[in-house]
């Protein structure tokens, strides 16, 4: 997993008077966590939006605020409605020492034989699933293996995954991650788990939505 240190400083300013430090290319955030006061920060945008890109929200990473670096975790990202610009980041700070629980990223991977053999359909289900253990073990992403998918009915559920040693998967194991269904038309007999909508885990207190 890649180390990512961001660079920022205190911020004072809050409320509506953000807009002027993002005329001057600042990114406000906040940090906040148990056992740790909300802390209003200020980032370089530049930097940070090219940092973020594409970061998970169990990727780990360490804000380097004056000298004081804090491991923390991806939270909430807010965008500008019109231009999609981001517009604040609320980051939550872990202690290496505690277990904490998250939301990893279920990423598929290869060609299930089943739709190219028979012609079926790939039919996903969680996107995400919901993990406990240290900082050091949150995986940033699941993989999952499509090419076991070798017939109509073949399926993939959270029992079935694997996870890294001191992970703890915390989703009930027979919810489904993906299944092949039988082409339009056809019908063939089988279960299928029943699917919930995946929660979002990008879940932070809004601290300004002023744009």
């Not at 194991?173 to 092949?180: A, K, L, R, T, Y």
């Not at 788990?193 to 939505?209: A, L, S, T």
């Amino acid at each position: 997993m890649e180390n990512i240190v961001i660079e920022a400083t205190k911020r004072d300013v809050i409320g509506k008077k953000v807009k002027a430090l993002r005329r001057q290319g600042k990114l406000p955030a906040v940090i906040y966590g148990h056992q740790f006061s909300p802390l209003p920060i200020l980032l370089d945008y530049r930097q940070a939006s090219h940092s973020l890109a594409g970061v998970s929200s169990s990727h780990l990473i360490d804000l380097n605020v004056e000298g004081q670096k804090i491991p923390v975790l991806v939270r909430e990202r807010q965008y500008h409605p019109i231009s999609g610009n981001l517009i604040h980041v609320d980051f939550l700070a872990v202690s290496m020492t505690e277990a904490l629980r998250a939301f990893v990223p279920i990423e598929l991977e290869g060609e299930a034989p089943a739709v190219k053999n028979f012609g079926g359909v790939v039919v996903t289900g969680l996107e995400e699933i919901e993990v406990e253990c240290l900082p050091k073990d949150l995986p940033e992403k699941i993989s999952v293996d499509l090419s076991k998918l070798e017939k109509i009915g073949d399926g993939i559920y959270v029992k079935d995954l694997s996870v890294p040693e001191g992970v703890e998967v915390l989703s009930d194991s027979d919810e489904m991650i993906v299944i092949v269904t039988a082409p339009e038309g056809e019908e063939v007999e089988m279960e299928i788990g029943e699917g919930v909508e995946p929660e979002v885990i990008e879940k932070g207190k809004k601290e300004e939505e002023d744009f």
